[in-house]
């Protein structure tokens, strides 16, 4: 137990060395002269000097190697250079604009959390009932939806039509709403056939036999020997789907006009800001590998078959 | 006051019982009119070659088939005078646990990978006896003593996976008597254990049939278990009763070619433990395909043109105790 552990939170750090080269790749691999682009950006008269000037700022005649580990401890320090557009610190804006994300990636889970789990057990409750048809057609219909194309309809719906809901800004709780529910909706919809189908799965097994034999009825059987038997799957696909969530930020940000992290590292793609742009990958890619490994060690945890493999 | 006193109704009465199960590639009839009854306090053993409809005959009106099978049913199945396969869910709900225990034939899958052996035997006793939590737990640990688990306490903290193919069983039998039900259904309860413990078992559910007075249906291959446990006997042949009688009756005196098949190598009514039934030459019927005449008739050595005209009844076996029926006109008329 303590050794596969152990071993996952090896794998874990190797991934993010493996994240970190990638997102340093960035500027090093990228094609053209990253100097003279940084001077362009920087406006101004663009002579070989300043190209030469630039590219002794940012150590670009360096070695590879030497560069990665010097990039590295700045990062490690906190610091994430400063954006070519306008000169601010990366890690003073990130901070800045961590709130929204945070708040969408969040409220975007619990919706998803929600509607998956009440959806997904309403349906096996009463399979083939008027909310299983429901949940089945929504779930189909909703996956093929693209992203924007939900949070369009939502803000027409609410915000034009019945101007119910706020579509604007990041401006208090109300505002949080309809975001939420764009980036929560498709995932909450996978999520609810998942443990549909994973109910479904195990109410079919068995056990389920035996616990009918007892006298137990199908809701209480549904709770306490099915539940338990999709718990490892529900982990797996809900810490994915909050890796899902975080992608969803890059779309619905600019939609409803937030200053997340999503919105930013959008803008830094738009404007080849290459020192946000790889701040931005290097964060997501480690939130994405924490999230993973946290939800590896629940399942480990909340799986008896593997907690006490060793000890049997 | 005149107080007109009924015989109180039989645990089991099966009349007439016929099961058609429907599966999305065939429609097949493994029990086919069957009837017979267990009285209070009796064992019946049913015995019978793999696939013979025993386990069918009596999970189905209990409603306790496997998902996804779709099954038919016609004729009556009464417990305690209440038909079985006229009861709503919630009143058959009722029945289960409490009214009817069941052990099921294969103790690994029977019990949920993912909870505690502990928890899923206190859950129904805390229902069926209506005890707290604390009372169901020493219950249970009482039970797990009584069914012959070495330190029932730590067993029940652990998960099935656990438990050896024996300690498995015996969990299944401790949960299928744990709600002290009134008629016990117990489908191969002894086959994953060996001798001595097959032995144990079987002095295990004879004690508690005596003390708490419950009925026993037991569908065994083990003609040691039928001559240890059981009062009656009913034999199954392709969906239908071959031969029914007391213990007595069908081991020392078989009267179908099939019964006796079956018993060729035993021929006394004390068996040792772990006598399973000789193989007979051929393969039973398939049950989806229509059966003329006797089912047997292919593999009988006393088979006769007209076995194959038409497929017989229970007859009553001439020269033998009132009960003792077989399937077999030509044995049957050769007695009289
Ligand atoms: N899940 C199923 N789907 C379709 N047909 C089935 C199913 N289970 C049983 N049957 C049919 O019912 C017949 C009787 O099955 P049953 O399980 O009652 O046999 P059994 O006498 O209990 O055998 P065994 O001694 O192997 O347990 C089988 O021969 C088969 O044709
Ligand atoms: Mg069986």
Redesign the pocket.
Known sequence: MLRTILHRAVSAAILIVIASVFSFMIIAAFPGNVAALIAEMRGGFVSHEVVAAVAEEYRLNDPLVLRYFHWLGEVLQGNLGSSLRTGESVAAAMAQRLEPTIVLVLGGSLVTLVMGVSLGFAGAMWPNGVIDQIIRAFAVFNVSLPKFFLAAMLIYIFGVQLQMLPTFGFRGPLSWILPCIAVGAVPGALLSRLIRVGLEEAMSKPYVITAKSKGFGRRRILFRDALPNIVPVFLTTFGMNIAFVTQSSLIIEPIFSWNGIGAYFVEAARFRDLPVLQSCLLMFSILFILVNLMVDLIVMMADPLQRRAKRA | MIRTTHPAPPPLEVDGFSVT?H?PNVS?R?VDRVTYSVEAGEVLAVV??????????NMAPLDL??VG?DADMAGSVRFEGRDLLKMTASELEAVRGSGIGVVF?DPLSALNPVRKVGRQLTEGIERNLRLTPAQSESRAAELLALVGLPDPKSRMQQYPHELSGGQRQRVGIAMGISGEPRLLIA??PTTALDVTVQAQIVELLKDLQKRMGMAIVI?T?DFGVVSGLADKVAV?YA?RLSELGSVRDVLVGPAHPYTRGLLQSVPSLTVPMDTKFVGLPGQPPN??HRIDGCAFAPRCAEVRADCRGHRPGLLSVPRSSPGHLAACPVVVNQNI
């Open positions: 199960l599966t097949v493994p019978g070659e793999s696939g013979s409809g025993k386990t069918i005959l088939l496997p099978v034939q489908d191969e569908i291959h199954m969906g049950l989806a």
